[in-house]
């Protein structure tokens, strides 16, 4: 038996989605044909009004429905702390994990050139123009008061990130850091591939 058109047209666009295979678009179908009509009509509601309303930041190009995102209209966070993450589920994972006052730029991917990612896909100048100018203000700031937290992650392109990151902010003066990866909670040295303890190292602590 073939499925009819619209039910494949259904599944072909759910399988499109980030982590969701084949067997789950199939499985999410069968879901939203079975559940009543009010529902899918909410949901399809969300996904539009989402769309429509969700934009990136100017300042820090993270995800928000207002006109500058909640970080950086916060005047108690520190301004001259900038943390770099790939994406904006990485500030919820700081914000969730506390200690963090400072702000963020979201990259939205990594440097990958074979792929045509290049510095400009990733906002760095928009990070460097904050480096130099108050963006709300117009104020002419001092580069080298900065630090910026590079918080990419422990993969290859994300490494390139980094250093792209580092090059280019350090160039106009301000410090830059990379988080000290540690070992997780409960892990076992022996179990622990040769960058996650060469990082642990690195960034031992004196106790
Ligand atoms: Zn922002």
Do not use: W
Not at 91 to 106: D, L, S
């Amino acid at each position: 038996m073939k499925y009819p058109n619209s039910l494949i047209q259904l599944i072909r666009e759910l399988s499109r989605l980030p982590g969701v295979g084949p067997k789950g678009a199939q499985r999410l179908a069968f879901h939203l044909f079975k559940i009543p009509h009010e529902d899918v009509e909410s949901l399809a509601e969300a996904i539009t009004t989402a769309k429509a309303l969700l934009k990136p930041c100017p300042i820090c190009s993270n995800i928000t429905d207002e006109e500058v995102c909640a970080v950086c209209s916060d005047l108690e966070r520190d301004p001259y702390l900038i943390c770099v993450v790939e994406s904006p589920n990485d500030i919820i994972a700081i914000e969730k994990a506390g200690g963090f006052m400072g702000r963020y730029h979201v990259t939205h991917g990594v440097y990958s050139p074979m792929d045509g990612v290049g510095p400009e896909r990733l906002g760095l100048d928009k990070l460097l123009a904050r480096l130099q100018r108050d963006v709300r203000t117009g104020e002419v700031l001092d580069p080298s008061r900065f630090e910026v937290v590079v918080a990419t992650s422990m993969t290859t392109e994300g490494e390139a990130t980094a250093s792209l990151v580092h090059h280019q902010v350090s160039a106009l003066g301000a410090t830059v850091s990379r988080l000290a990866y540690g070992l997780p909670n409960g892990a076992a040295l022996e179990y622990m591939d040769e960058v996650t303890l060469g990082r642990a190292f690195n960034g031992r602590q004196r106790i």
